[in-house]
């Protein structure tokens, strides 16, 4: 019997604390600037007020469920372009497996690094750290199985 409450304790615990982490209807918030208009763009933290609510954004077609940062490079003149380099913040979207990473293409004269993160002002430097929700997550649960350890 004093298994079966403290399994029912721990797992009462453990959802009680994922239902204070879960906000419902909270927005995802990224910076959105592009340095070529404003030189704060470039900076590793850009100031706050760059940051935006995605959810303003209007799509149809696709729901805003990260934050991108795009590192452009154009290498030589092309077309008329002087070489340079610019950082593009921005809310987005990604079907694809490049959630939480980066990936880099490359043209005719230029390159760019794309990095993707699913955190409130996450783009703002090149490594995205793990969210503070999965780490407490990750430890609320380390905890319930050691303390079912215990209790069996």
Known sequence: MERTTATT????????????LIQPGSALKCY??????????AQEEPPQLLG????THQNAAHKYTLCRKIVQTIEYEV???????????SCGWDDTTYKNACYQRSGFGGRQEVCSCTTDLCNSAFNTPPSTTAVVLSLAVTATIALLGRVN
Do not use: F
């Not at 304790?9 to 204070?20: D, I, K, M």
């Not at 959105?32 to 763009?41: A, I, L, P, Q, Y």
């Open 32 to 41: 959105e600037c592009n340095s070529h208009n404003d030189s704060r763009c």
């Open 52 to 55: 935006k609510d995605c959810s």
């Open 79 to 89: 077309n008329g372009l002087q070489p340079d380099t610019r950082v593009i913040r």
């Open 9 to 20: 304790l721990a797992l009462t615990a453990s959802l009680v604390l994922l239902a204070t």
